[in-house]
């Protein structure tokens, strides 16, 4: 019997507030992959609730290295290795580290180079941690940017972001490194009332877009929903267009979802009850492009 797609998770863990491994490892499991989490940090909360006395952030590199050392005893391999928001620059070395004990000629590299939205990085990313990140992300068969840390990756200034298809293809092009990893470059969108993605497949040269309709609200963790179902698709074996085209859709239900339901903005988008969705194949739509 042939097993499941397994996929190295790099991820923290947000106690509340659907994000990271709250949201990785339900999307991909529902794909059909089994998904493997290496914590790189803990945090009660994720970073979109104000900062507090209480709050709890536990970088976890330590466990990091240990954790692929135990892997490693076992003789586990991987399919995918799909890594998000760090916990300290120190751990870009474990995952370069991680990429050359289990990284094969087939398997897939996604870097979500989770830094910061609205323009801002996060607030416990340092410049050296951004400055690491663009050299984890240029190993990458994949990459997932969105326009804040797709600006930060150029050292462009956020206020200079594209808004039209052409000024994308360039940034699309640009964040290719010549051809060498696919981009999907997300939170782009080509006229009102659509949201999507720009997507650069470096084994075709071709450039496309995956829109949705664009909700009236903006939840936090929709990067990693539309990343994790991105990457599920692509062990599928769907092409890059059709994946991201799938992500977007998918994404856009879940926050139709969630605005209808009433679920607070803060706690993410509620996308438990649709993951049936992401069990078959794609389903037929009507282009929004």
Known sequence: MKRAPRIAAIQ????????????VLPVLSAMGGQCCP???????????????????????????????????????TFDAIYSGFL???????????????????????????????????YRTYTPELCRRMEELAAQADVITPNLTEASLLLGEDYTSCPGDEAGLRAWLERLSLDGQRSVVLTGVGLHPGVTGAGCFDRETG????????QEPARFSGTGDLFASVLLGSLLRGE???????????????????????????????????????????????????
């Open 38 to 76: 290496m914590l790189t940090a803990y945090l009660s909360a994720h970073t979109a609730f104000p900062p507090s006395p209480h709050s709890v952030f536990l970088d976890l590199s330590d466990q990091m290295s240990e954790t692929a050392a135990h892997w490693a005893e076992l003789g586990v």
């Open 87 to 121: 916990g300290s620059a120190g751990q870009i070395a474990q995952i370069e580290a991680f990429y050359r004990q289990f990284r094969r000629a087939d398997t897939l590299v996604l870097v979500d180079p989770v830094m910061g939205d609205h323009g801002k990085p």
């Open 206 to 213: 071709r450039i496309s877009f995956a829109m949705a309709r």
């Open 12 to 23: 923290d863990l947000s106690g509340f507030g659907r994000c990271s491994t709250t949201v």
């Open 239 to 289: 092409g890059l267009a059709d994946a991201s085209q799938r992500a977007a859709d998918f994404v856009q239900h879940c926050v139709a979802y969630t605005l209808a339901v009433g679920t607070p903005l803060p706690e993410g988008v509620q996308f438990e009850p649709l993951l049936g969705e992401l069990m078959g194949p794609a389903p037929s739509r009507t282009d929004v492009r």
